[in-house]
């Protein structure tokens, strides 16, 4: 079955970029059906959705992060990829990568990486 | 802040019944498939319910959804002690910040 893994720097630096990689094993990215994921939650809060990519590399993103987020996808590497920009404290958070499956529900997820902004 | 509310925290003893509610608007439950997710403490939420009240592959029968109307509720009976967890309700929300929503997040408490 499909399994996602984080990877990246736990700790940035204020108004640096944020990146990290979810590399996907035990299926193709280029499945369709599927949009790969990133969801962030703050320390001891909730859930907040970033957003997607497709393997076409069709991108939608939360209206409130738009302007400082991309997605891309490299589908040779069965891997894709988040930066988040101009990051503040506000920022530090446990990064999820998850499979969104028909863009109805979100399964599975990987275990998560926690990202610190602070210099 | 969260378009989905959910109570902050429901407790019941071993063996019992607890139910969780997710109440949102026609922008997002009302119009889309409600899904739930379950946090053990320090791991990745892990999908309990999907399009409202289907339960995925090893999921046992003690956990339930329903939705009605603009809003949607998580069911668990015969309450264990590993049932202590985070859990989340989530939908789309097409409203003008259009995108993947989660709820507020429950904590249950096995007594």
């Known amino acids: 079955q499909v399994q996602l893994q984080e990877s990246g720097p736990g700790l940035v630096k204020p108004s640096q970029t944020l990146s990290l990689t979810c590399t996907v094993s035990g299926g193709s990215i280029s499945s369709g059906g599927y949009y790969w994921s990133w969801i962030r939650q703050h320390p001891g809060k909730g859930l907040e959705w970033i957003g997607y990519i497709y393997y076409s590399g069709s991108t939608y993103y939360n209206p409130s992060l738009k302007s400082r987020v991309t997605i891309s996808v490299d589908t040779s590497k069965n891997q894709f990829s988040l930066k988040l920009s101009s990051v503040t404290a506000a920022d530090t958070a446990v990064y999820y990568c998850a499979v969104d499956r028909w863009s109805l529900w979100f399964d599975p997820w990987g275990q998560g990486t926690l990202v610190t902004v602070s210099s | 802040q969260s378009v989905l509310t959910q109570p902050p925290s429901v407790s019941a003893a071993p063996g019992q019944k607890v139910t969780i509610s997710c109440s949102g608007s026609?922008?997002?439950?009302?119009?889309?498939?409600v899904s739930w997710y379950q946090q053990l403490p320090g791991t990745a939420p892990k999908l309990l319910i999907y399009?409202?009240?289907k339960r995925p592959s090893g999921i046992p029968d003690r956990f339930s959804g329903s939705k009605s109307g603009t809003s949607a509720t998580l069911g668990i009976t015969g309450l264990q002690t590993g049932d202590e967890a985070d859990y989340y309700c989530g939908t789309w929300d097409s409203s003008l910040s259009a995108g993947k929503v989660f709820g507020t997040g429950t904590k249950v408490t096995v007594l």
């Open positions: 399009e409202n009240n």
């Open positions: 026609s922008s997002n439950i009302g119009n889309n498939y």
